[in-house]
């Protein structure tokens, strides 16, 4: 079977025009043959770390230590009395990724900067990789609306997530159950990630989740030049792996399946966010702990990337990766047609419920704006 990336045929966007007021997300709109979508290269990388400060390099890597097939692993260890959670009320926006490219000018733009002189971008769009993801997954929700501010400046595109009224309800009224599952994610983390190439995980360790490593990748789908980051969870301990993004492992945790009727679901619903997360930036594998309903790891499976489109084959009524990426491109066309006015402080908000078309509103100087001055005035000096 032919290999996903650098794939391209058929007529592009145009063929289901759509409305002149909003964006499509049915379906059957976007069954065409697969868009253009490079292999994902590396640019740089980021680190965050305990007090989630912005350092230009590779820190906060950890490395894949491989459990037993049945690891037994307690998730629940540590809740409370080891854990130090990032505060979600305070919204970054892209502010780390905009930290990473004013580091690294040179290697995104296309003259060399000077002071003096300096240079537009050499991409169409900057964003976060899991904005994306919500992109690629949008024909498939039925349940989360979601909000996406966009503004033009200097000729790139940069799109920035604002949270939903629904989504802060909903993260606001929590349950305790809840909470606890959340950390669960971060705590197989912890069992299966070495700080380095030498050492072994430290299950009596403290999670802390302010700390992360980020990937930037460039790439191109149909026209669309992307520069995106996204959190990696660890990367293959093989000094002879391939180069990143193809040493890069994604670690799931998820209910275990037990019944015909859980795993249509799995395959259904969490395959297809598994999938469009990691094909993004060309992370090959996603490494799964199934857990029972106490928390407890019972088995591992690892899904290669390129299998899960075939491995869903087989489902009725399951998505399909060329409904997702041809979505994303008409939707980034979409965004290059309405947001025209080349401007710091305006938004163009892009909104979608579910079942609903995707429509966008214009905002000045409004609380929407998200690019912050120290980038806009470093950019234009
Ligand atoms: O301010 C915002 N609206 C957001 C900021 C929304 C989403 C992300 N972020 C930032 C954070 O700085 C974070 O470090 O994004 C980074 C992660 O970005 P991403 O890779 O683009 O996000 P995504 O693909 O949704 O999530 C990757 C991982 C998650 O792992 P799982 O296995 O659960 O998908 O990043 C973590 C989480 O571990 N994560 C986050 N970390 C910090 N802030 C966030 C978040 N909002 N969402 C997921
Ligand atoms: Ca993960």
Redesign the pocket.
């Given at each position: 079977h032919h290999h996903p990336y650098q794939y391209q045929s058929g007529p592009g966007p145009g063929q289901n025009p759509p409305s002149s007021r909003g964006l499509s997300t049915r379906r059957e709109n976007y069954e065409r043959d697969f868009p253009l979508y490079k292999q994902p290269v590396e640019v740089g990388c980021f680190s965050?770390d305990s007090e989630r400060r912005f350092f230009n390099d590779s820190r906060q890597m950890r490395y894949y230590s491989e459990p037993d097939r049945n690891p037994n692993f307690d998730l629940k260890d540590g809740y409370k009395d080891r854990f130090i959670k990032?505060d979600e009320s305070v919204?970054?926006?892209l502010d780390?990724i905009l930290r990473w490219i004013l580091a690294n000018r040179s290697k995104v733009s296309s003259k060399a900067a000077t002071t003096a002189s300096p240079c537009a971008l050499d991409v169409d769009f900057v964003t976060?990789?899991?904005h994306l993801?919500k992109l690629l997954t949008t024909p498939y929700e039925t349940r989360e609306g979601w909000l996406l501010a966009v503004t033009r400046f200097r000729n790139t595109l940069y799109i920035s997530?604002v949270?939903t009224e629904a989504a802060r309800r909903e993260r606001e009224k929590r349950t305790e159950r809840h909470e606890e599952m959340m950390y669960w994610?971060y705590k197989f983390e912890q069992y299966t990630c070495a700080d380095n190439v030498h050492s072994s995980p430290d299950p009596g360790g403290v999670v802390n989740t302010n700390e992360?490593f980020?990937t930037v990748v460039q790439t191109r789908l149909a026209d669309h030049r992307l520069l995106f980051?996204?959190?990696v969870d660890c990367r293959d301990k093989d000094p002879t792996a391939p180069s990143p993004p193809a040493c890069y492992v994604?670690?799931?945790t998820s209910a275990e399946i037990c019944t015909p009727k859980q795993r249509s679901n799995f395959h259904r619903f969490k395959l297809l966010k598994w999938w469009a997360?990691s094909f993004l930036p060309g992370v090959p594998r996603v490494v799964a702990g199934f857990r029972d309903h106490d928390g407890v790891v019972v088995t591992m499976e690892t899904f290669p990337i390129s299998k899960i489109s075939h491995l869903i084959k087989s489902e009725p009524n399951c998505w399909k990766p060329t409904v997702c990426m041809n979505f994303c491109s008409d939707f980034l066309s979409f965004v290059k047609r309405a947001a025209t006015e080349d401007n710091p402080s305006v938004v163009y908000l892009f909104s979608y419920e579910p079942h609903r078309d995707v429509t966008y509103s214009v905002h000045r100087d409004s609380p929407y704006s998200f690019l912050p001055h120290w980038y806009v005035r470093e950019m234009t000096s």
């Open positions: 965050l990032r919204k970054e926006k780390h976060w990789r899991g993801t997530e949270e994610g992360a980020c980051s996204g959190e994604e670690l799931k997360q």
